[in-house]
């Protein structure tokens, strides 16, 4: 199994509709999560981070953790054609000594389009 | 605050050369990490700087080698360029050793 898997796509949705995007890993200690925005030829930006079992709302996005699952998702509402991008999960490893410093492992991202 | 800053943005290269990249990260942040990130392998984690040591490596050859300045400023070196090592690479800043924020990356083509 892969660390961090992360539902494939592409997918599309139309202006106006909610995009759920989904993530799943294998870490059972891991205490942080983050999503990451990632335009054709930029570099990946941050857009939220999630600690806690729960929703956590920024705008129009929102972050859901369900740690029993192992599973994180990142809903977008009233989906714009700007939102069109890559979005990658990323998962801190957990504190296992001197392994784990500044390693982000991220998942495959799933490339969303948002159509007019 | 400044964001994270990488030069050059665009590098051609020949098989067979080496090359350096750089970073400065935010102000204050003193963690530098770098990655590769290609088409097929999506992004993989190079190194992790902090305070002028490598603390972690991932699963590349010696060919890749970074460095960490008293300035916190980063730069990492390709010897023996291959066409495989085309890719863009990334590097991020940390102030809490887990939010990272990333560069605009170098873009690395190897002919």
């Known amino acids: 199994q892969k660390e961090v898997e992360q539902n494939s796509g592409p997918l599309s949705v139309p202006e106006g509709a909610i995009a759920s995007l989904n993530c799943t890993y294998s870490d059972r200690v891991s205490q942080s999560f983050f999503w990451y925005r990632q335009y054709s030829g930029k570099s990946p930006e941050l857009i939220m981070s999630?600690?806690?079992?729960g929703d956590k709302e920024d705008g129009r996005f929102t972050a859901q953790l369900n740690k029993a699952s192992q599973y994180v998702s990142l809903l977008i509402r009233d989906s714009q054609p700007s939102d069109s991008a890559t979005y990658l999960c990323?998962?801190?490893?957990?504190?296992?000594?001197?392994?784990?410093?500044?390693?982000?492992?991220f998942g495959q991202g799933t490339i969303l389009t948002v159509h007019p | 605050k400044a964001g994270v800053t990488q030069t050059p943005r665009y590098l051609i290269k020949t098989r067979g050369q080496q090359v350096t990249l750089s970073c400065s990260p935010i102000s204050g942040h003193r963690s530098v990490s770098w990655y590769q990130q290609t088409p097929g392998q999506g992004l993989q984690f190079l190194f992790e700087?902090?305070?002028?040591?490598?603390?972690n490596k991932g699963n590349f050859p010696g060919r890749f080698s970074g460095r960490q300045f008293s300035n916190s400023r980063s730069e990492m070196n390709v010897s023996t360029l291959e066409l495989g090592d085309s890719a863009l690479y990334l590097c991020?800043?940390?102030?809490?050793?887990?939010?990272?924020?990333f560069g605009p990356g170098t873009r690395l083509l190897v002919l």
């Open positions: 990323a998962v801190p490893p957990s504190w296992a000594g001197g392994t784990s410093y500044g390693k982000l492992t």
């Open positions: 991020a800043s940390s102030e809490d050793q887990e939010t990272q924020y």
């Open positions: 999630i600690y806690s079992n």
């Open positions: 700087y902090f305070s002028e040591t490598q603390r």
